[in-house]
């Protein structure tokens, strides 16, 4: 009987130990993963070309929408210091013919920012994600953290969290 006692009790302690190796080792990724949202995509020097098509875009910018019924508005940034923001798209009619989504009454501008900033500010997304496409067709995504976009965006004034119209 005390031999199976002992059995019990070094099976409980076993589970015991097992169990707190498992929340040590989550404890661990978790701060891992935390830290990893903080360091930097890019460490080393970077260039606008490695972003650049031949057309001269650097990227279009979108937000990630949960609802589906919503297509949102895209930012197109070239190089030569001019942007697209587009939030109309073709109805479906005048979509005949076409694979991709027509946008009609893009508003066109000029900035003048350190773009590459904003490459230099991206980390691993938390939430509120937007995909940045670069014109070599590398795509990341980034959130409101990245106060570089963030002020690119409030520099522009405009609203990327809107749906297409």
Known sequence: MKKKIIFIVLLVLVAIMLIAGIIYA???????????????????DISLDEFTSESGLIFTLS????DNECVPVVLEVYKDGKYIY???????????G??????????EGTYDY?????????????DEYY????GTYTTYLTDKNNKS???FLNNLDVDMDLCMQ
């Open 131 to 134: 995909t940045i496409t670069t």
């Open 149 to 151: 976009l963030m002020n």
């Open 26 to 44: 989550s404890s661990l990724a978790k701060e891992k993963d935390l830290a990893k949202r903080e360091e930097p995509l890019f460490k080393e």
């Open 98 to 107: 076409y694979n991709i989504p027509v946008y009609t009454d893009a508003y």
């Open 63 to 66: 937000k990630v929408q949960t």
């Open 86 to 96: 587009a939030d109309k798209m073709a109805s479906d009619s005048e979509l005949e």
């Open 114 to 126: 350190d773009i590459l900033s904003i490459f230099k500010d991206l980390k691993v997304a938390s």
